[in-house]
């Protein structure tokens, strides 16, 4: 295996059902009603928040996927850029965060 | 006149990269028809498309007729008096839709509409927009008297906007489009288009702007009013969703990038038999300007003209055997029958 990531694999998605159809199976169904369909939020909405999320957890077949079904749901690059920037400043303030703890272990010894 | 730099192509570079010249893969359109089981026979000549030349003010990165300020092919006026005259004997024909290039620019188009709207029938111009602020690109004539002109011939006009914001509108049709076309959109409203009892039909065109399919037409419709009217005032009555066709100059960007493969295997497995049903070509015939029959706009850009045995130019006009005739589908036809369908009205499914 020349590559871990081949981007072609993102179509051999479906073949994940070749030794347990039917846990693929309930798996796609469940994915497609998640975010494949108009709801309380608009296929659109559901898309950006794809995009975030595939971002916030770095998958390459996430990223190529959502970039497209975001462009296909009718969002632009401005509101594709402000999802990944939503999942970047949480990601990010996660981290800052914690930086109370710090400065509970900073009052902990007087420093 | 703001144009991109793909207008300095040479009209070689323009040409077709066609699947037979180069060891692009094929994809079989009239396998798919078959083994869906459906028989596309025509239906009808409900509307004559005309392609009146390949002159235009603009050079779009999607336009499938490789159109530019560079063009010379024009229609004449012998091939303009012929379908007056087809259309004055043929009253099954309701509708003239005119396009290019900038239909506006050909010296017959206003000759056209008036003689067409004698003869009852409903035109539908596709319009660009900054045509009426650029004007003709090699002569300087002033086209700013074109909304003027569209609504005292009633013509429905059918405008190209990419997006309702400026960057996917500039990034495929030019910088400085996108508000030169907001422009635009304000002088037909400010004559009632767009408006609701006033008759004068004003429908907007949304392509994508790159290698995917189009969102759904209702949802951007309703988009598209909201922000368009929200932030400029502008009406409109309906927003046409259209795919873009794997052929000139956007297929030829495709293999540039190399995912023309990727593409068409997109439109491919997005096949829609009831889109397929739906297809435009079984209720139309296409006009090139030299009086070439096509079963669409993009076969006669592609120089396939009907099949052999059907009348092959507007001089040989034969209703019967126009009618009789087997359309002839090739790969590009795979962007007609995609998700919910492309056809020059919109959405067919």
């Known amino acids: 295996m020349a590559h871990y990531y081949e981007s072609k694999d ?5 073949q994940i059902g070749k030794h347990q159809k039917e846990l693929a199976d309930k798996f796609f169904e469940w994915y497609n009603a998640a975010t494949s369909t108009e709801g309380a939020l608009t296929k659109r909405e559901k898309q950006l928040i794809g995009l975030a999320v595939a971002h916030t957890i770095q998958c390459p077949y996430c990223i190529d996927a959502y970039t497209q079904s975001c462009l296909e749901s009718g969002a632009d690059p401005t509101q594709m850029t402000e999802a990944v920037h939503v999942a970047s400043a949480v990601r990010g303030g996660a981290s800052l965060v914690h930086g109370v703890q710090m400065l509970n272990g900073l009052d902990k010894v007087g420093a | ?9 040479s009209v070689e570079e323009l040409t077709d990269v066609s699947s037979e010249a180069t ?3 094929r994809f079989n359109f009239n396998k798919h028809i078959k083994e869906a089981e459906l028989d596309l026979k025509p239906l009808s000549i409900e509307t004559l498309q005309i392609n009146v030349g390949k002159l235009c003010n603009q050079a779009c990165l999607h336009c499938h007729v490789d159109a530019g300020p560079k063009r010379t092919e024009a229609m004449d006026r012998r091939t303009a008096e012929k379908i007056v005259e087809i259309l ?15 239909p506006e620019l050909n010296d017959q188009f206003d000759w056209m509409v008036v003689e067409a709207r004698k003869l009852g029938k409903h035109i539908l111009v596709r319009h660009n927009l900054t045509v009426q602020f650029d004007g003709n690109p090699v002569t300087g004539e002033s086209k700013e008297y074109l909304p003027e002109f569209f609504a005292e011939h009633q013509c429905e006009v059918i405008c190209s906007l990419p997006y309702y ?7 495929q ?7 030169k076309s907001i422009d635009g959109l304000k002088r037909l409203n400010d004559l009632g288009y767009g408006k609701e009892g006033t008759g004068l039909t004003l429908n ?34 309906n927003l046409y969703t259209i795919t873009n066709m794997p052929i000139h100059r956007f297929k030829r960007d495709l293999v540039r990038r190399g995912g023309y493969e990727e593409y068409m295997t997109k439109l491919v497995n997005a096949f829609n038999p009831t889109a397929a049903e739906r297809i435009m070509c079984r209720t139309m015939v296409s006009v090139n300007y030299d009086g070439t029959l ?46 919910a369908g492309s056809s020059c009205g919109g959405t067919t499914s």
């Open chain 1, 10 to 14: 993102l179509n051999r998605f479906g």
């Open chain 2, 204 to 237: 907007l065109v949304y392509n994508p702007v790159g290698a995917f399919l189009p969102a759904a037409q209702a949802s951007l419709e309703a988009d598209y009013k909201r922000e368009l009217g929200e932030k400029f005032g502008i009406l409109f009555n």
């Open chain 2, 23 to 25: 060891s692009l893969p």
């Open chain 2, 165 to 171: 914001a400026e960057y996917f509108t500039d990034k």
């Open chain 2, 294 to 339: 096509s079963d669409c706009d993009f076969n006669q850009m592609q120089d396939r003209p009907l099949e052999k045995g059907a009348p092959q130019s507007i001089f040989d006009w034969d209703t019967e055997s126009i009618l009789n005739r087997r359309i002839v589908f090739v790969d590009h036809c795979f962007g007609c029958t995609a998700g």
């Open chain 2, 1 to 9: 006149m703001n144009l991109k730099v793909i207008d300095n192509l």
């Open chain 2, 88 to 102: 004055a004997t043929h009253p099954e024909i309701k509708t003239l839709d005119i396009t290019g290039g900038a």
């Open chain 2, 173 to 179: 049709r030019g910088r400085g489009v996108f508000q």
